[in-house]
């Protein structure tokens, strides 16, 4: 049998096609890409016959030039493209307001790379002819053909973004109700940085078609890009008030959340999604909102459901991942992480992600290691983007508090200064974390002479001023440091930073009065309830030095109604009540509600032991206080608690080795934090013990006291 694939030739195919839709009784004109109505497309029976003569004749030709640019796609043969473009010149000029075929007719010239024929045969019509609208219509999309060759220098691009605006521009005087065209030049002049011209076209529209909602969509995205997140909140509202969509709901949502308006934010999201339930954007903008108002088992039922119709998108397990370790369930959150890694492995955001679920997870040297690598790579790249040099620079730094939180404070200064080197800005934030971090090492010599070096170069530079006044606190010169301070103030609500240092280096200083007097100050600028809180705080800590148990007390409670997870005030309110040797039990729960929130703190874990070892509570006791070595080790209250555990329990000679540990850890504090009469009681506890040690015979034990 003859296979009769063997007629399927393009002319064939193309008869055919023409032969079945050419009937006078039928409406062939080449589509006019929506504008025409259905009451004109029904008055086209009434057309004259050389009228849909000319028509018909018009979609034969641009059938085979889609036919041709068909085979030229599968084939790559020249013939074709050719052939293609001879067609759709022949339907264009029988029809020249068609944009279809002008589209048709732009596409297969790019495709072919025939830019420039193209380009100059329509420059000569209008060389002839100005306003010859088709051949304007033609040149645009040309120009926008080639801007999507991604090939193409910057200059070159600008260059024909500028050709194209033109063009459009003539497209708009020549015809004021193409809205199409209008669109196009406004999205042209945002990208050459034209906004107002960009604005003024989108309001024109507008005024035509109060409804158009490509135009309302970019005029929104054009107001807020400008930071006119109210005007773009007005606008989005006025119209979704009449006509809700579920694409202006999703902008409206997106102006919401430019002003920090989650509420209403999840409201236009949630409208959004019920009137597109498939469209993951809506769904996508809903579980941020959720998160960013902490309401994190709605956004992880929102973003699992989102993983579940884009398994490949590694966003969301990302995502999925911060929200676990928010919620404190961190094999989860390590699971999804590593989803998302394994999708994504070169993600900057996968990575820093990761690191932070080790930290939480107490495993501080596999979140080194992360960031470690994750710096490594990053570091050939940041000479040549500024972004990496960003993205590197936030690696540093949080490297670099790694390093601290291990205790490893020469390998943290050289993450920080790794920092410095990426820039002036950087310099100045590496340079206050390094004088931080000599600080914590209890390196004061090396701290102020950071210090000094940081404002020989930046004088003016608040903060290093800040870092300077305070060393000179540590240092145990309070009436200088506060001088230094007090040349801040400027009677602004910027003073109440400078009120809440003064007051730590009055408490530091001992200077309890000029302490309290100074953090009052700080309350009365503060405007919000997390200002207050740390306020609060404060206070508690400087009634708390005086021994003035019941007015800390009222300042803790206050600081907890605001905020009842606030870790370092529950744990500084246990602390204080097991010291004290009293309501133990409330104590206890105090402390644990802290390290609920941070599990592997070393001041955390050791407020546990010595509440457990008052409430006579030994092994639970040793457990904490053993934890809180290996976390600060070189803390000598501590290395003490840890002492007071093996004496009671008849280790005296390991009770003997932890004191030692702790008076030669004493010598290390800095001025400020130094307690002479702790010390001297120590001293005397130790020798006490030493002497009864030395009575006993070698191998004895001393029994439990």
């Given at each position: 049998?003859?296979?009769?694939?063997?007629?399927?030739?393009p002319?064939?195919?193309?008869?055919?096609?023409?032969?079945?839709?050419?009937?006078?009784?039928?409406?062939?004109?080449v589509?006019?890409?929506?504008r025409?109505?259905?009451a004109?497309?029904a008055?086209?029976?009434a057309?004259p016959?050389?009228?849909?003569?000319?028509?018909?004749?018009?979609?034969?030709n641009?059938?085979?030039?889609h036919?041709y640019?068909?085979?030229?796609?599968?084939?790559?043969?020249?013939?074709?493209?050719?052939?293609?473009?001879?067609?759709?010149?022949?339907?264009?000029e029988?029809?020249?307001?068609?944009?279809?075929?002008?589209?048709?007719?732009?596409?297969?010239y790019?495709?072919?790379?025939?830019?420039?024929?193209a380009?100059?045969e329509?420059?000569?019509?209008?060389?002839?002819d100005?306003?010859?609208?088709p051949?304007?219509?033609?040149?645009?999309?040309i120009y926008?053909?080639?801007?999507?060759?991604?090939?193409?220098?910057p200059?070159t691009q600008?260059?024909?973004?500028?050709?194209a605006?033109?063009?459009?521009?003539?497209i708009?005087?020549?015809?004021p109700?193409?809205?199409?065209?209008?669109?196009?030049?406004?999205?042209?002049?945002?990208?050459?940085?034209?906004?107002?011209?960009?604005?003024?076209?989108?309001?024109?529209v507008?005024k035509?078609?109060?409804?158009n909602?490509?135009?309302v969509?970019?005029?929104?995205?054009?107001?807020?890009?400008?930071?006119k997140?109210?005007?773009?909140?007005?606008?989005?509202?006025?119209?979704?008030?009449?006509?809700?969509?579920?694409?202006?709901?999703?902008l409206?949502?997106?102006?919401?959340?430019?002003?920090?308006?989650?509420?209403?934010a999840?409201?236009?999201?949630?409208?959004?999604?019920?009137?597109?339930?498939?469209e993951?954007?809506?769904r996508?903008?809903?579980?941020?909102?959720?998160?960013?108002q902490?309401?994190?088992?709605?956004?992880?039922?929102?973003?699992?459901?989102?993983?579940?119709?884009?398994?490949?998108d590694?966003?969301?397990?990302?995502?999925?991942?911060?929200?676990?370790r928010?919620?404190k369930?961190?094999?989860?959150?390590?699971?999804?992480?590593l989803r998302?890694?394994q999708?994504?492995?070169?993600?900057?955001e996968?990575?820093?992600?990761?690191?932070?679920i080790?930290?939480?997870?107490?495993r501080?040297?596999?979140?080194?290691?992360?960031?470690?690598?994750?710096?490594?790579?990053?570091?050939?790249?940041?000479?040549?983007?500024p972004a990496?040099?960003?993205?590197?620079?936030?690696?540093?730094?949080q490297?670099g508090?790694?390093?601290?939180?291990?205790?490893?404070?020469?390998?943290?200064?050289?993450?920080?200064?790794?920092?410095?080197?990426l820039?002036?800005?950087?310099?100045?934030?590496?340079?206050i974390?390094?004088?931080?971090t000599?600080?914590?090492?209890?390196n004061?010599?090396?701290?102020?002479?950071?210090?000094?070096?940081?404002?020989?170069?930046?004088?003016?530079?608040?903060?290093?001023?800040?870092?300077?006044?305070?060393?000179?606190?540590?240092?145990?010169?309070?009436?200088q440091?506060?001088?230094?301070?007090?040349?801040?103030?400027?009677?602004?609500?910027?003073?109440?930073?400078i009120y809440?240092?003064?007051?730590?280096?009055?408490?530091?200083?001992?200077?309890?009065?000029?302490?309290?007097?100074a953090?009052?100050?700080a309350e009365?600028?503060?405007?919000?309830?997390?200002?207050?809180?740390t306020v609060?705080f404060?206070?508690?800590?400087?009634?708390?030095?005086?021994?003035?148990?019941?007015q800390?007390?009222?300042?803790?409670?206050?600081?907890?109604?605001?905020?009842?997870?606030?870790a370092?005030?529950?744990?500084?309110?246990?602390?204080?009540?097991?010291?004290?040797?009293?309501?133990?039990d409330?104590?206890v729960?105090?402390?644990?509600?802290?390290?609920?929130?941070?599990?592997h703190?070393?001041?955390?874990?050791?407020?546990l032991?010595w509440a457990?070892?008052?409430?006579?509570?030994l092994?639970?006791?040793?457990?904490y206080?053993?934890?809180?070595?290996a976390?600060q080790?070189s803390?000598?209250?501590?290395?003490?608690?840890?002492?007071?555990?093996?004496?009671?329990?008849?280790r005296?000679?390991?009770?003997?080795?932890?004191?030692?540990k702790?008076?030669a850890?004493?010598?290390?504090?800095?001025?400020?934090?130094?307690?002479a009469?702790?010390?001297?009681e120590?001293?005397?506890?130790?020798?006490g013990?030493?002497?009864?040690?030395?009575?006993?015979?070698?191998?004895?034990?001393?029994?439990?006291?």
């Amino acid at each position: 049998m003859r296979d009769s694939g063997a007629l399927m030739t393009p002319q064939f195919l193309a008869l055919t096609v023409f032969l079945s839709l050419a009937s006078p009784s039928l409406s062939i004109a080449v589509p006019q890409a929506g504008r025409e109505s259905g009451a004109r497309a029904a008055q086209q029976k009434a057309l004259p016959q050389s009228e849909l003569d000319r028509r018909s004749e018009a979609y034969y030709n641009f059938t085979m030039g889609h036919l041709y640019e068909e085979y030229y796609e599968s084939t790559s043969r020249s013939e074709y493209a050719n052939l293609a473009i001879d067609f759709y010149k022949k339907a264009y000029e029988l029809d020249p307001r068609s944009p279809v075929i002008g589209e048709r007719l732009a596409e297969i010239y790019a495709k072919a790379q025939r830019i420039r024929e193209a380009v100059l045969e329509a420059q000569e019509i209008l060389r002839r002819d100005p306003d010859n609208l088709p051949a304007r219509r033609l040149l645009a999309r040309i120009y926008l053909h080639t801007l999507g060759n991604l090939s193409g220098t910057p200059p070159t691009q600008r260059e024909t973004m500028a050709r194209a605006t033109e063009q459009f521009r003539e497209i708009i005087r020549l015809d004021p109700d193409d809205t199409e065209s209008a669109l196009w030049l406004t999205r042209l002049y945002r990208l050459l940085g034209e906004t107002s011209s960009a604005e003024q076209v989108l309001r024109e529209v507008l005024k035509r078609e109060p409804e158009n909602e490509a135009a309302v969509e970019q005029l929104t995205q054009l107001l807020l890009d400008a930071g006119k997140s109210d005007e773009a909140v007005a606008l989005l509202e006025r119209i979704t008030g009449r006509s809700p969509t579920a694409g202006l709901l999703n902008l409206l949502g997106d102006a919401y959340r430019q002003t920090r308006d989650f509420t209403r934010a999840e409201q236009a999201y949630r409208q959004a999604a019920e009137l597109e339930p498939g469209e993951v954007r809506h769904r996508r903008g809903l579980a941020w909102t959720l998160y960013q108002q902490g309401k994190y088992e709605a956004a992880r039922e929102q973003y699992a459901r989102l993983a579940e119709f884009e398994p490949g998108d590694p966003d969301n397990y990302l995502r999925l991942a911060q929200i676990d370790r928010q919620m404190k369930q961190l094999d989860k959150a390590e699971d999804n992480i590593l989803r998302a890694k394994q999708i994504d492995p070169g993600s900057l955001e996968v990575l820093y992600t990761e690191a932070k679920i080790y930290e939480a997870q107490g495993r501080f040297e596999d979140a080194i290691r992360v960031l470690s690598d994750a710096s490594g790579g990053l570091k050939p790249l940041a000479t040549t983007s500024p972004a990496v040099r960003d993205t590197l620079g936030a690696v540093y730094e949080q490297l670099g508090a790694l390093y601290r939180e291990v205790e490893n404070y020469t390998a943290a200064v050289a993450a920080f200064e790794d920092l410095g080197k990426l820039g002036e800005e950087q310099d100045r934030r590496a340079r206050i974390l390094i004088i931080d971090t000599l600080r914590a090492g209890r390196n004061l010599p090396g701290a102020i002479a950071a210090a000094n070096q940081a404002l020989e170069r930046y004088p003016n530079d608040r903060d290093i001023r800040i870092s300077y006044a305070l060393l000179l606190g540590e240092k145990g010169d309070t009436a200088q440091a506060a001088r230094q301070l007090r040349t801040l103030l400027k009677q602004t609500a910027g003073d109440r930073e400078i009120y809440l240092d003064l007051a730590q280096v009055y408490e530091r200083g001992r200077w309890f009065a000029e302490a309290e007097q100074a953090a009052q100050e700080a309350e009365k600028l503060s405007t919000q309830p997390a200002d207050s809180e740390t306020v609060w705080f404060l206070l508690g800590a400087i009634y708390e030095r005086q021994k003035k148990f019941d007015q800390a007390e009222e300042q803790f409670r206050r600081a907890l109604a605001v905020n009842p997870r606030n870790a370092p005030v529950l744990n500084y309110y246990g602390y204080m009540l097991a010291d004290r040797g009293v309501r133990l039990d409330e104590s206890v729960a105090l402390v644990e509600r802290a390290l609920a929130e941070d599990p592997h703190n070393g001041a955390y874990l050791d407020s546990l032991g010595w509440a457990f070892f008052k409430q006579g509570r030994l092994p639970e006791a040793e457990t904490y206080l053993r934890k809180a070595v290996a976390r600060q080790g070189s803390d000598p209250t501590i290395r003490e608690h840890l002492g007071e555990v093996f004496y009671k329990t008849g280790r005296h000679d390991l009770a003997a080795a932890e004191w030692e540990k702790a008076l030669a850890a004493w010598k290390r504090v800095l001025p400020s934090e130094s307690e002479a009469e702790r010390v001297a009681e120590l001293e005397k506890k130790l020798a006490g013990l030493k002497h009864r040690l030395a009575q006993q015979k070698p191998g004895s034990e001393a029994k439990p006291q």
